[in-house]
Nanobody
Framework: QVQLVESGGGLVQAGVSLRLSCATSTRTFSNYAVGWFRQAPGKEREFVAALNWSAGSTYYADSVKGRFTISRDNAKTTVYLQMSSLKPEDTAVYYC?????????????????WGQGTQVTVSS
């Protein structure tokens, strides 16, 4: 199994940057796709970004293209989500998820392992 822990959320003003981290202490992400999803109050969980670790490929939702960047560390234990030009509509709980041998799907149903989430609140 893969245990995931998100961190880095907080309350920020619109236009500010914030970096989220998704860390695993049980094993590396070498054979996984790692995705970021978010869920705002009263709304369905939606795809944000994903990374195919072995290929290094990245994928983004249209709503965050050009503003968010997903990346990885050399130890293969952490995935980051760098968020820039934050907007109030980015307010949500952000979740990290892992998909064994995944390619970087946009569907949450393809991901087996999930973190507990970290709250991001963007004020206008």
């Amino acid at each position: 199994q893969v245990q995931l822990v998100e961190s880095g959320g907080g309350l920020v003003q619109a236009g500010v940057s914030l970096r989220l981290s998704c860390a695993t202490s049980t094993r590396t992400f070498s054979n996984y796709a790692v995705g970021w999803f978010r869920q705002a109050p009263g709304k369905e969980r939606e795809f944000v970004a994903a990374l195919n670790w072995s290929a290094g490929s990245t994928y983004y939702a249209d709503s965050v293209k050009g503003r968010f960047t997903i990346s990885r560390d050399n130890a293969k234990t952490t995935v980051y989500l760098q968020m820039s030009s934050l907007k109030p509509e980015d307010t949500a709980v952000y979740y990290c998820a892992a998909d064994y041998l995944g390619w970087g799907s946009q569907s949450e149903r393809d991901y087996t392992y999930w973190g507990q989430g970290t709250q991001v609140t963007v004020s206008s």
